[in-house]
């Protein structure tokens, strides 16, 4: 059974940082491809950014220059290094794994994220 775990999450000053983490169990993790989404209550769950076992990265355009993808397979580990957050990046972040040669996606319960003016 695979499971993600996110955390990281908080309230943060406009211009500020926060480091989200997902760690993920049960998985094939080093042959999966990775990826954070966030959403807003009522609103579709939008692409922040992607990471394929071949480290191949995807960024969505609001968040390109200041948000930053990475993972250790060793540790069965995402992040997302958030920058010069604004409070329209205020929303609930999930993980999401996929493992390669599959079409199922696994999702955490996801972490707030709250930016004030």
């Known amino acids: 059974q695979v499971q993600l775990v996110e955390s990281g999450g908080g309230l943060v000053q406009a211009g500020g940082s926060l480091r989200l983490s997902c760690v993920v169990s049960?998985?094939?993790?080093?042959?999966?491809?990775t990826g954070w989404y966030r959403q807003v209550p009522g609103k579709t769950r939008d692409l922040v950014a992607d990471?394929?076992?071949?480290?191949?990265?995807i960024y969505a355009d609001p968040v390109k220059g200041r948000f930053t993808i990475s993972r250790d397979n060793a540790k069965n580990t995402i992040w997302l290094q958030m920058d010069s957050l604004k409070p329209e990046d205020t929303a609930n972040y999930l993980c999401?794994?996929?493992?390669?040669?599959?079409?199922?996606?696994?999702w955490g319960r996801g972490t707030q994220v709250t930016v004030s003016s």
């Open positions: 999401r794994v996929r493992e390669d040669g599959t079409v199922i996606d696994y």
């Open positions: 990471m394929s076992s071949g480290r191949r990265t």
């Open positions: 049960g998985s094939d993790f080093s042959r999966s491809s």
